[in-house]
């Protein structure tokens, strides 16, 4: 099972609104409503920032927010800060593949 | 709180092993689904193992048949052995629990790295 597709970079100004694709298939993304988002700053552990399409942790600003459109799932940044720039990655529960998680190969977001 | 704090990394030659620990604290490893996930340099997330509350473990293709993942109820610690290690084996190594109610990764450890080279 290959991993699920997200753009290499995208980049938006500090108060502009970014969002980031994230495509898999009818076995992952398209079947299960378990799409979650991560945040990794350079040399960090990743940070959980969406999860089960839509819903944020406690302590994540209400500036991000998931989506999800057949195979596609979105994670969007609205008023975009300095701190957000980092890198996101896409994760989707994957039913039968082995070990039933997939992720995706990562977006870096450049806060210009 | 909760916490997870892999230790057991380092440099090993190709064909070595190495067994990874991750000690948790603020929640019960055996109670919970765990996973380790590695992240290559430069390259993205990899879930490479996981174990059920149950004890059911699965494992990524590219590691099948080399690493097994266990625990320590005593300890509550969870533990990555891994043999005939690879070149491509070399990664940062993060251990990382699973929500109860969801298939998402909420807590994280800091990572450990491994180097395969000779």
């Known amino acids: 099972q290959s991993a699920l597709t997200q753009p290499r970079s995208v980049s938006g100004s500090p108060g502009q609104s970014v969002t980031i694709s994230c495509t898999g298939s009818?076995?992952?993304?398209?079947?299960?409503?378990?799409v979650s988002w991560y945040q990794q700053h350079p040399g960090k552990a990743p940070k959980l920032m969406i999860y089960d399409v839509s819903k944020r942790p406690s302590g994540v600003p209400d500036r991000f927010s998931g989506s999800k459109s057949g195979n596609t799932a979105s994670l969007t940044i609205s008023g975009l800060q300095a701190e957000d720039e980092a890198d996101y990655y896409c994760c989707s529960y994957a039913g039968s593949y082995s070990p039933h998680v997939i992720f995706g190969g990562g977006t870096k977001l450049t806060v210009l | 709180e909760v916490q997870l704090v892999e230790s057991g990394g380092g440099l090993v030659q190709p064909g070595g092993s190495l067994r990874l620990s991750c000690a948790a604290s603020g929640f019960t490893v055996n109670n919970n689904y765990m996973s380790w996930v590695r992240q290559a340099p430069g390259k993205g997330l990899e879930c490479v193992a996981v174990i059920y509350s149950g004890g059911n473990t699965f494992y990524a293709n590219s590691v099948k048949g080399r690493f097994t993942i266990s625990r320590d109820n005593s300890k509550n610690t969870l533990y990555l052995q891994m043999d005939s290690l690879r070149a491509e084996d070399t990664a940062v190594f993060y251990c990382a629990r699973r929500l109860s109610t969801s298939w998402t990764f909420d807590y994280w450890g800091q990572g450990t790295l491994v180097t395969v080279s000779s």
């Open positions: 009818s076995s992952d993304v398209g079947d299960y409503n378990y």
